[in-house]
């Protein structure tokens, strides 16, 4: 076996892929995407020969033969409520990717392109600890409203990871820590990690803090206001909820880079609402110390937002009395993919079967 992996990440603008040998990045290129070509295609799952014919393209101009890997490796997207772990990617899972079970979502496409590719050569297709992961604990279930149950969604991939390699410097195995991660990026996932589980999350789409371009929790009773003035349809109001709010609803821009330099400039407004991102992001930090009473081993912030010195000191200032604060800036998405897969390749892990672990 030589360990070569091809990663696949879809995005809703571009995919990712990199090649690994073994757990060590080769290759990686981010084939953006038109948005007017990918505006033709209806459904998610309809992009499929379109993106996978962009990959076969590149791996060829790279001189990269498809039959030299021993693995596929895909970001998994909205499949049913799963334990986190790496899935071997099965029938069952396809046709779940296909019709979005839990919504769309761009990665929804990686796991299908990876085992088509995978069919191709013979070889397995994984995917690893997709946005569907729920560990949640039955109490954080219950939502206030019987008709609505809270529902775990969650940068999973990025989280695991991080808080695997907080856990390896603390000389620990993830099982035996707590951690809350803040996983701060377009969107914004607060969890509390119970000995390595995420038991709880805000559920970047709905609530918790605000984002980039997400409006996090609102007061509910003027959103249903919002919701029957007639000036929205449903899917517009959504849309303004999960990408014309939050950094971009207040100020125009998702680029926090750009309110830092507004803030620089003297801009009031700006250093406001920055501030108020933070601060609803300390404030979840403390809800989520709450759920572990208190045993926390280390804070993690990470994602985009992380690169942010004056996001950082802020957030430190407010949480420091709970725990250490880590930072690990940006994210490794396809670095995670890889390892989750180099883990079954040499046996540390057995991969999980989709039907095996959810509620069909
Ligand atoms: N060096 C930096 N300093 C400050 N902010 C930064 C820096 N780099 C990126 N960001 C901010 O991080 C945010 C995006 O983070 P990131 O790239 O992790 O998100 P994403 O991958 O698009 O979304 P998600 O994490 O929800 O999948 C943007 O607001 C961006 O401006
Ligand atoms: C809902 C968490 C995952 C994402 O925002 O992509």
């Not at 590149?58 to 596929?72: H, N, Q, S, V």
């Not at 930090?285 to 208190?294: D, E, K, P, W």
Request: net charge neutral.
């Amino acid at each position: 076996m030589r360990g070569l992996i091809l990663a696949i990440n879809p995005g809703s603008t571009s995919t990712k892929i990199a090649v690994f040998q073994k757990d060590v990045k080769v290759k990686q290129t981010n084939i953006t995407h038109d948005a007017t070509e990918l505006a033709k295609y209806e459904k998610i799952a309809d992009q499929f020969d379109f993106r996978k014919k962009q990959i076969l393209e590149y791996l060829k101009k790279e001189g990269i033969k498809i039959e030299d890997f021993d693995c596929i490796v895909g970001r998994g997207g909205l499949l049913r409520p799963m334990p986190s772990g790496t899935y071997k990617v099965t029938d069952k899972m396809i046709e779940d990717l296909k019709i979005g079970f839990q919504g769309e979502h761009a990665s929804n496409l990686g796991g299908i392109i990876a085992k088509s590719i995978a069919n191709e050569i013979g070889k397995e297709a994984y995917i690893v600890d997709p946005v569907a992961v729920d560990e949640f604990e039955d109490i954080a279930r219950i939502s206030g409203i019987p008709e609505i149950k809270r529902r775990s969604l969650v940068h999973a991939l990025n989280i695991k990871a991080v808080s695997r390699r907080v856990a390896k410097d603390l000389g620990k195995s993830l099982n035996d820590c707590n951690f809350i991660v803040a996983h701060l990026g377009g969107g914004i996932s607060v969890a509390p990690l119970k000995k390595g589980k995420i038991v709880d999350v805000n559920n970047a789409n709905e609530s918790g803090p605000f984002s980039p371009e997400r409006c996090g929790q609102v007061p509910v009773g003027d959103l249903v206001k919002l919701a029957f003035s007639g000036k929205y349809t449903q899917k517009e109001l959504k849309k303004k909820m999960v990408g014309q709010a939050g950094l971009v609803g207040y100020l125009g821009t998702n680029d926090a880079r750009v309110v830092e330099e507004m803030i620089k400039n003297g801009d009031k407004k700006a250093k406001l609402i920055f501030e108020a991102m933070c601060y609803q992001i300390g404030k979840e930090i403390g809800a989520a110390s709450t759920v572990l009473f208190g045993n926390v081993d280390k804070i993690i912030l990470t994602g985009g937002l992380a690169y942010s010195q004056r996001l950082v000191e802020y957030i430190t200032d407010m949480v420091k009395f709970i725990a250490d604060v880590v930072v690990i800036p940006g994210e490794d998405e396809m670095q995670a993919l890889a390892e989750g897969a180099y883990r079954v390749l040499i046996g540390e892990e057995m991969a999980k079967i989709y039907e095996e672990e959810v509620k069909i």
